[in-house]
């Protein structure tokens, strides 16, 4: 059932008729009260029942001479919607290519179809969505439409690796063992925020974590030990916090950084320690790097990180 406003001519119980990208015959017609009628004129808002499928809204309605002529159009309009379909998913990707974009700096993507009850419902649910969008990750509704949740829809969501967000309407029979066979995941609502909130939270889930180092400590290079099959051992004095074996170091010769990397050895009076606090000497050895010299300063280091939220990332942005 659609409901259409006559522009021009009479429409009348019989016709055939093309609507977007489906035909169909009028076999019966409605009024404002839910009355049957016979035919409407211009300036008459009417409801159809005849459609061998749900138009979206602001689709043309057009009455045709046959209903083989209504037929073809449909199926021509049909075919070039797939195409374009195909068209767009050929750029899309896998949830792997979604990582490795993201390893790589570069642009994460969440694609979604949306199917409601009504246009409007439809309409204000991709334009909340499309809204979380930020610099790093967005937003991509691969398509919207009104109904139930299709077959059709199941296997663009697999060739684009989408979710399917249904709102006030579920999966039929087909639609939910293919979702199973096609492991597509399909998720129903009946709130429109509870909707923008998952996707947020997945959206949240792809943003690269936020890098945040912290130094331990640092210790200056007062001697030097080259003990064969080992390298160069450092012999130093923590001058602040504390040295930890198992954290990441970095050298730096006149404030200046040279070296970054990880210690191979700390040991208190040839004892392996796991760190030495501020005040003590120690021997420090740094894997793969044998170049120290004596006033060289050891920095010791952590690198935490911090899962970002969209505000934050929204923020950074906006600053740089």
């Known amino acids: ?54 138009p979206s809204p602001g689709d043309n309605f057009l009455v045709t001479a046959d209903a083989v002529e209504a037929r073809d159009i449909a199926q021509k309009r049909q075919r070039l919607e797939r195409e374009a379909q ?91 063992a293919a979702a199973e066979r096609e492991q597509v995941d399909v998720r129903t609502y009946r709130v429109i925020y509870e909707a923008v909130d998952d996707v947020r939270n997945a959206l949240e889930g792809l943003l690269k974590p936020e890098s945040k180092e912290t130094v331990v400590g640092d210790a200056e290079v007062l001697q030097l030990f080259k003990i ?13 916090g504390t040295i930890q074996r198992t954290a990441k170091a970095r050298v730096l010769r006149d404030g200046v950084q040279i070296y970054d990397g990880a210690l191979s050895s700390l040991k208190r009076f040839k004892e392996d320690v796991r760190e030495v606090k501020e005040g003590l000497e120690c021997g420090i050895g740094i894997e793969n790097f044998n170049d ?14 911090i899962k970002r939220t969209l505000e934050s990332a929204a923020s950074g942005s906006g600053a740089a």
């Open 1 to 54: 059932v659609a409901t259409i406003l006559v522009q021009k001519g009479t429409l009348r119980v019989g016709d055939n008729f093309i609507c977007g990208k489906f035909s169909g015959r009028v076999r019966a017609l409605f009024d404002e009260r839910g009355k049957s009628v016979k035919e409407a004129g211009p300036s008459i808002p009417v409801q159809i029942l005849g459609f061998d499928g749900t």
């Open 86 to 176: 195909n068209r767009r998913t050929s750029r899309g990707g896998s949830l792997e290519d979604i990582s490795r974009a993201l390893a790589q700096g570069q642009m994460g993507t969440v694609r979604l179809i949306i199917k409601a009850d009504q246009g409007g419902p439809a309409e204000a649910l991709a334009d909340a969505l499309s809204q979380l969008s930020t610099g790093e990750v967005r937003v991509d509704i691969v398509h919207r439409g009104v109904g139930s949740i299709s077959e059709s829809d199941v296997l663009l969501a697999k060739a684009s690796g989408a979710i399917i967000i249904g709102f006030h309407v579920r999966p039929d029979s087909g639609a939910r």
């Open 228 to 240: 064969s099959k080992v390298g160069t051992i450092a012999g130093c004095m923590v001058k602040s």
């Open 292 to 305: 120290l010299k004596v006033g060289d300063v050891i920095e010791s280091y952590r690198v935490e990180e």
